[in-house]
C-alpha cells in the first residue's frame, strides 16, 4: 500500500471513530476495485470533450438562475470539483469521466440553423431557426431554466418570434418550460403550434398522478437531489447533473403526430417525425430535418446507456420495441443524416460515426432483452440472471452504451418484472414475513444483534458490502434505533455507492447512507406551481387519483353517491363511494343521489391543489350542493393526506 493509501486509510479509521455521521473516504477496498475499474476503461480519446464543447458559443458557467421565491435553483458552480481530471476514489472513473462531460454547458451552434442550450437544466432546449421565427424543441424543465436558455440563445442571434414548439415526449424535464418561451395567449391566437406525440397529453398529466407521491419520494434517491455536490455526493444524475425545482408549467399541443411517420414544414423547415411509443416514454418521437441533414434521437438514444425501469417507479419500458425504434430510424433516416442529437447530452457528427452509435445503442437494448428472457426460460431467478449479465465486450467497450443513468442489474430485473412479475415462482415467497418481521426472526437466528454485528463488521473489513449492506439493513428493521446497526449499514451503502458506474445507481446508495445517519430529511415547503397539470389532468384520471387517497377503514360501510355537473366544460360525472372503494362514471347521473355538487373545474382544481377549501368554495359561491350536503362533507373526510417524505431505508 503507498504511503498516500496509508494516510488515506488513517484519515479513514479517524472518521469511522471521530464523525460517523459524515461522509468518509474510500475503503482500501474500494481503492483496489476503482483502480482496476480504471484498468479496464474503453480507451479515452479527446473525441467526446472535443464534440462536448464542439460550436461553444457563451459558457453559462457562472449563470445562476433563481426559482419562485429568489432562491437559486440552477447553479453550475457547485460542480466545480468536477474541473479536476484524475477521478478520486470515491467516484467510479467511468462516471467520473462522465460528469466531467455533463459540465459542458451554454450555447451552442450544432450547424447552420440548429442551436442547443446544454447545462442549463437535466435537459437540452434546441432551437432550429425558420425563414421567420424559431422552433423550440423541448423547453426544459421549468419556466425558470427555459427562460433563461432563450435569453441566452437571444444575446447572440436575431430575435425572432417563437412560431413553434415542440415536446418530444411526455416527460415533464422535456416541457415543463414551455411558459418560460412562449406565452399561452400566442397559442390560443394561432401564432404558435405546439406540436406533440400521439397520447402525449394524457401521459404527461397521468403517469406521476397516481403514484406520484412515492415517485416523488424515490426521485430523492434516483437523481440525489437532497445530497450535497461533491466527491462524497452527487456528482451527476446520468442524463445530466440534475432537474432544477423550479416552476413546472404545460401548454396544451395544438397539433399531434398520430401517423407512425408524418412530415411537416414549419416556417420553411421540413420535419419527418417518427413515433417510438411504450420505449423511453409511453408517448415520444424522433425527428428528422432532411435540409439540415440532422437525426434528433429525442430521449431514446443518448450518450449512456438508459434505464428500463426509472428507480423512482414507472410502468416497465420494452426493451424490444426500444431496440426496434432505433433501428426503423437507422434504416429510414441513417443514410440522410450527418448529426445525430438527441435531447440529453452532445451532438455526434459524421456520418459513420452516427450509424455506428445507431447500431450499438439498438443492440444494446436488444442484447439486454434477448439475453434476460433467455435466462429467465433457463429458470434462472432474476437476482441471480442480474449478477451474472454483463454487456458484450463490443458493447462494454462503448461509451456510449455504459450504464451511466441506467443501472445493468436493475435494467434486467425490470425485463423480468415485464413478463413475469415480481413473484420467483418459488411459493416461500407467496406468504413471506414482511420486512420488520421477516428482520426480528433472521436477527434471533442469527445469534442476536451484537452477534450479527461483530461478524459484520468483519465482513466489512474484508470488503464485503454488498452482504453486510443486506445484513445491516436486517438489524436496522429489527430495531430502527440501534446506531451501531444503522452506522454499519450507512458505511456499508456509502462504498458500494463510490463504486457504482451509474450515476441513479450512486445516488441511491448515498441517500440512504445519509437518511440511516441524520434521519428522514425536512423538506421546505413547496413553493408556487402553474396549476397546468392540475387544469390538463382528464377528469376520469383526477377522481382515480381521489380514489387511491380513501382511508379504506374510514370508508368501510358507507354508501355516498354524488352528481358531478362542471359549469365551464359542460362535463358530468357519477362518484360512487360502496365496499370502500371508489368507482365513478364518466357523463352519467343518478336521480337517487345523495346530492350533486355544482361547480367549475377551475374550482375543483383549486381544491386539489390546496389553493382553496371545499368549505371556502361553498362559502364564497364557487360550489353548491344540492342534495344532503352532509354526505359530501363526510367523503371529504375520508381522504388521506400523503407526507412528502416517508422512511426508504427503514422502518415506518
Known sequence: MSLLRTAAMAAWLFAVGAASAQPKPATEATWVLQHAARATLPADGRQAFDDATRGLIEDATDLVVEGPGGRPIWRLRDYDFLQREEAPDTVNPALWRHARLNLANGLFKVTDRLYQLRG??????TIVEGDSGLIVIDPLLSVETARAGLSLYFKHRPRKPVV?????????????????VVDEAEVTAGRVQVIAPAGFLEEAV?????????????SHYQFGTLLPRGERGQ??????????????????????????????????????????????????????????????MAEIVTQNLHNLLPMRGAQVRDALAWSRHIGEALQRFGNESDILIAQHHWPVWGHDRLQ??????????????????????????????????????????????RPFYGHLKHNVRAVYQRYL???????????????????????????????????????????????????????????????????????????????????????????GAAELRHGVPRLPARGPQSGDMARALPLGLFFDSLGVR???????????????????????HLLNLENSALTHVPGAQDPQAHATLTLARTTLDDIAQQRTTLQAALQGGLVRIDGDARRVAALFAMLDRFDRVFPLVEPQ
Do not use: C
Not at 439475453?371 to 429458470?379: D, E, W, Y
Open 164 to 180: 413553434a414548439v415542440v415536446y418530444t415526449h411526455s416527460h415533464a424535464d422535456h416541457f415543463g418550460g414551455v411558459r418560460g
Open 550 to 572: 380513501f382511508d379504506a377503514a374510514k370508508a368501510d360501510g358507507q354508501r355516498i353517491v354524488l352528481n358531478w355537473r362542471f359549469t365551464d366544460t359542460n362535463q358530468q
Open 206 to 218: 397521468g403517469e406521476n398522478v397516481i403514484a406520484g407521491p412515492a415517485m416523488a419520494r424515490r
Open 120 to 125: 442549463l437544466d437535466l435537459a437540452n432546449m
Open 356 to 401: 455506428a452509435m445507431l447500431r450499438k445503442q439498438r443492440d444494446a437494448y436488444k442484447y439486454l432483452h434477448d439475453q434476460s428472457v433467455r435466462l429467465m426460460n433457463h429458470g434462472v431467478p432474476a437476482d441471480e440472471a442480474a449478477d451474472r449479465l454483463q454487456l458484450p465486450p463490443s458493447l462494454a467497450t462503448e461509451w456510449s452504451t
Open 235 to 296: 456528482v451527476d444524475a446520468g442524463l445530466g447533473k440534475a432537474g432544477p425545482p423550479g416552476t413546472v408549467s404545460l401548454i396544451a399541443p395544438t397539433r399531434l403526430v398520430s401517423q407512425p411517420v408524418e412530415r411537416l414544414r414549419i416556417d420553411g423547415i421540413d420535419i419527418v417525425f417518427a413515433l417510438t411509443p411504450e420505449a423511453e416514454a409511453p408517448a415520444e418521437m424522433v425527428m428528422h430535418f432532411p435540409q439540415l441533414r440532422v437525426l434528433n
Open 421 to 511: 412479475g415480481h413473484y420467483d415462482g418459488n411459493p416461500a415467497r407467496l406468504e413471506a414475513l414482511p420486512p420488520v418481521a421477516a428482520a426480528r426472526k433472521a436477527v434471533e437466528y442469527m445469534g442476536g444483534a451484537d452477534a450479527v454485528l461483530r461478524r459484520a463488521r468483519e465482513d466489512f473489513a474484508r470488503g464485503e458490502y454488498r452482504w453486510v449492506a443486506q445484513v445491516a439493513s436486517q438489524l436496522v428493521y429489527a430495531d430502527p434505533a440501534h446506531r451501531e446497526a444503522r452506522a454499519l449499514a450507512a458505511d456499508a451503502y456509502e462504498q458500494l455507492g463510490y463504486q457504482q458506474e451509474s450515476a441513479t445507481a450512486r445516488n441511491a446508495f448515498l441517500q
